[in-house]
T-cell receptor, first 109, second 113 residues
Framework: QKEVEQDPGPLSVPEGAIVSLNCTYS??????FMWYRQYSRKGPELLMY????GNKEDGRFTAQVDKSSKYISLFIRDSQPSDSATYLC?????????FGAGTTVTVRA | DTGVSQNPRHKITKRGQNVTFRCDPI?????LYWYRQTLGQGPEFLTY????????KSRLLSDRFSAERPKGSFSTLEIQRTEQGDSAMYLC???????????FGPGTRLTVT
């Protein structure tokens, strides 16, 4: 079993819809949680960073962490075609990031 | 602040050749990380540096791989005697020593023929 599980999708939604992404993990030592966005053939871009259970909002993005369930989520409101990308969850206990496999999202105009 | 840069962006090499990649981190970031990403997977940790000291190496980093960060600034990753299984995107990231937010470069895509 992988340390971080992420549904690879693909996920296709119409413009303006809410995109919901999630990951589960098994390592209780993970303390820091991140979401990255990766466009094709580019490096991952940090979107959200959280270190405690609860919600964190940044513009159209909301990250949720539930440490008791070992479950994290990312919501994208009012999705745009430019949000079409692969979204990677990542977790960290000290310095090393452990990534999910990524979910490919397409937002249809 | 120009972000993390990596060179070359794409490298095609024949099996058995040696290749070297370079990473320039965000200035004043004293932690530097190397990851490898294959198609359809998330990045996998290879190694990291705190200043010039290499503090951890993954089991993925076979003895054909070597990384250096001689002056605590840029880093190089060398692969000797490349194999087709080495074909991947090699990503570099950097962070401060007190922050866990890692910022990635654009990657070097290696193709071994």
């Amino acid at each position: 079993q992988k340390e971080v599980e992420q549904d690879p999708g693909p996920l296709s939604v119409p413009e303006g819809a809410i995109v919901s992404l999630n990951c589960t993990y098994s390592n209780s030592a993970f303390q820091y949680f991140m979401w990255y966005r990766q466009y094709s053939r580019k490096g991952p871009e940090l979107l959200m960073y959280t270190y405690s259970s609860g919600n964190k909002e940044d513009g159209r993005f909301t990250a949720q962490v539930d440490k008791s369930s070992k479950y994290i989520s990312l919501f994208i409101r009012d999705s745009q075609p430019s949000d079409s990308a692969t979204y990677l969850c990542a977790m960290c206990d000290d310095y090393k990031l452990s990534f999910g496999a990524g979910t490919t999202v397409t937002v249809r105009a | 602040d120009t972000g993390v840069s990596q060179n070359p962006r794409h490298k095609i090499t024949k099996r058995g050749q040696n290749v070297t990649f370079r990473c320039d981190p965000i200035s004043e970031h004293n932690r530097l990380y190397w990851y490898r990403q294959t198609l359809g997977q998330g990045p996998e940790f290879l190694t990291y540096f705190q200043n010039e000291a290499q503090l951890e190496k993954s089991r993925l980093l076979s003895d054909r791989f070597s990384a250096e960060r001689p002056k605590g600034s840029f880093s190089t990753l060398e692969i000797q005697r490349t194999e087709q299984g080495d074909s991947a995107m090699y990503l570099c990231a950097s962070s401060t020593s007190t922050g866990n937010e890692q910022y990635f470069g654009p990657g070097t895509r290696l193709t071994v023929t």
